[in-house]
């Protein structure tokens, strides 16, 4: 038993000593700003809790973001546990993930200053807090943000099946490659820019992707789970999924309209042929009217599909870009501050 606490004391201090090489050489970072979403999730967020205080000690400040939990709320004790400065926001209710994030950016985003720095990361153990230093290490001047990319996966065959067709689908519908999640670093000039969009409120990677900030990646390597197993589904993963196109839907809308239009195109030379073949005695009996009846109703729906692509466009285009107020779904916000300093070891 002692060895071990003494292996983990080694790493702690590892950590720290990396962890202030990095907050040197990225500019005196005098504040690390962490975002994360907690649902039911109690005994993970204060694992995570002191994990994060063992690596940055009281350069930390944590915004724990309770959305809505119902069996297993945040306890502010668990921070005053690790001895962590930060705030408990709980949400009137469950909002889902990535609007948890936005509440939680939009919160902190205002008090920044152009010395800290903000870090979004899930609490699940998955995204590891020794990790940050790794990306804190990789911002540079150019770099407003630096997100988190997998070294590997060790999910199932299944999972990496269609998320290989996500990134896939995902390209072919939007003309933008994504390979992270909300895992990521930034600046606090990044910060603002991203609480002022609405896209946050619907997925946090899609929108650093439309934000036309200057993003950086940096390879990572995904941790063990702290407890239990992930509360998201198949069915969950794939409207997050879905939910990053939506974000880019008017890129979507008007690629969808450009294949329709060339599959009507083709209809019409298709068609032309058929009666050049009818004309000229090619056409076997019954061949000119079934082919030029279904090639005819594909031309009619493919017209119809870019017709309300088009449309959709306009009505995306004319949209509100107002971002939603995230104080309208807090319900209390309590604070903890760091009580004793870390005894040096």
């Not at 239009?261 to 050049?276: D, G, H, I, W």
Request: aromatic share 8%; charged share 20%.
């Amino acid at each position: 038993m002692t060895g071990e606490i003494a292996t983990d004391r080694d790493v702690a201090d590892e950590a720290r000593s990396e962890t202030g090489a990095t907050f040197d050489a990225a500019g005196a970072i005098t504040r690390l700003v962490v975002v994360t979403p907690v649902y039911e999730d109690r005994a993970a967020s204060a694992s995570l809790f002191r994990e994060l205080a063992a690596v940055f000690g009281e350069r930390l400040f944590v915004v724990a973001v309770d959305d809505g939990s119902v069996r297993e709320p945040v306890d502010p004790s668990a921070l005053a546990g690790a001895n962590v400065t930060g705030t408990v926001i709980t949400l009137r209710r469950n909002v889902g993930h990535q609007r948890a994030i936005a509440i939680g950016l939009s919160y902190v985003a205002a008090d920044l200053a152009g010395s800290d720095r903000l870090v979004v990361m899930d609490c699940d153990g998955e995204d590891v807090p020794r990790s940050i230093v790794e990306l804190l290490g990789a911002e540079a001047p150019d770099v407003d943000v630096v997100v988190a990319e997998r070294r590997g996966r060790v999910e199932t065959l299944r999972f990496r099946l269609f998320y290989q067709l996500y990134k896939f689908l995902f390209w072919l519908l939007s003309g933008r490659k994504i390979g992270f999640g909300n895992f990521m670093a930034m600046k606090p000039s990044a910060a603002k820019r991203l609480a002022a969009m609405n896209e946050l409120w619907i997925h946090a990677a899609a929108c650093v992707l439309t934000s036309k900030l200057r993003v950086a990646t940096c390879p990572v390597d995904r941790g063990p789970r702290y407890a239990d197993r992930s509360k998201m589904n198949f069915s969950g993963l794939a409207l997050h999924g879905f939910r990053g196109l939506m974000v880019f839907a008017e890129d979507v809308l008007l690629r969808v309209g450009i294949a329709c239009a060339f599959v009507a195109a083709f209809c019409v030379l298709a068609s032309v042929a058929a009666v050049f073949l009818k004309l000229n005695g090619f056409a076997t009996p019954g061949w000119f009217s079934v082919a030029l009846g279904v090639l005819f109703i594909v031309f009619l729906q493919t017209g119809a599909i870019t017709l309300i692509a088009l449309l959709f466009t306009g009505v995306m285009r004319g949209a509100s870009a107002t971002v939603a107020d995230y104080r309208e779904f807090i319900g209390e916000i309590r604070h903890v501050e760091r009580t004793h300093a870390s005894v040096a070891r």
